[in-house]
């Protein structure tokens, strides 16, 4: 049971390429959601998703998208990195709403965009 | 505009003393509150709290949640060296988790 994995662990960029994260989980959970965290900014929301096929922006989503076509997987992309998305990227997953069951989080992808 | 405010955004102690860490916040629909430790890497969950005045506890480490004034403590009592961390509260609304900017907490041995 390997919880929550991210790949890569890490990676640079360069201006105005893309890439895309992939977050897989084996829990089985029906909510998936990916964060940046910057320092002295906390955890911010960028997209998440309550299930297979469904996807919704979080408090950051501009300049991502993100697909759900699995249950245990969930994929960030960035079609044309920016140095201000330099960053340290988180996903997690709960069973289901936070409001009720509490989200693991994976082991997060530095990003640097030069 | 919802927001987390924690404090102090950091604090250094001895082993063995006991700190409190605070989080208020100031948002539309709230539906619970939730603290994360994170170490090096992945924040890791400690506590969910929904209802005023109801004490969660963990070993040394509890919580309790005011809904009126808005806020919440975490305690951490005996503190060891382990217990340094960055704690990261959190408010999760009807349609969204906004996170607090966290506390450093350093333990002196």
């Known amino acids: 049971n390997a919880g929550v994995t991210q790949t890569p662990k890490f990676r640079v960029l360069k201006t105005g390429q893309s890439m895309t994260l992939l977050c897989a989980q084996d829990?089985?959970?029906?909510?998936m959601y990916w964060y940046r965290q910057d320092p002295g900014m906390g955890l911010r929301l960028i997209h998440y998703?309550?299930?297979?096929?469904?996807?919704a922006k979080g408090e950051v989503p501009d300049g991502y998208n993100v697909s759900r076509l699995k249950k245990q997987n969930f994929l960030l992309g960035l079609e044309s990195a920016a140095p201000s998305q330099t960053s340290v990227y988180f996903c997690?997953?709960?069973?289901?709403?936070?409001?009720?069951?509490?989200?693991?989080f994976g082991p997060g992808t530095r990003l640097t965009v030069t | 505009e919802d927001k987390v405010v924690q404090s102090p955004l950091s604090l250094v102690v001895h082993e063995g003393d006991t700190v409190t860490l605070n989080c208020s916040y100031e948002?539309?629909?709230?539906?619970?509150l939730l603290w994360y430790k994170q170490e090096k890497k992945a924040p890791t969950f400690l506590f969910m709290l929904?209802?005023?005045?109801i004490e969660k506890k963990s070993g040394r480490l509890s919580s309790i949640l005011d809904k009126k004034e808005l806020f919440s403590i975490l305690n951490i009592t005996a503190t060891q060296t382990g217990d340094s961390a960055v704690y990261l509260c959190?408010?999760?609304?009807?349609?969204?988790?906004?996170f607090g900017k966290g506390t450093r907490l350093h333990i002196l041995p």
């Open positions: 997690a997953s709960s069973r289901a709403g936070v409001n009720h069951y509490e989200q693991y």
């Open positions: 929904t209802s005023s005045g």
């Open positions: 829990m089985n959970h029906e909510y």
């Open positions: 948002v539309t629909n709230f539906r619970s």
């Open positions: 959190a408010v999760s609304l009807m349609d969204k988790i906004i």
């Open positions: 998703s309550v299930g297979e096929g469904t996807t």
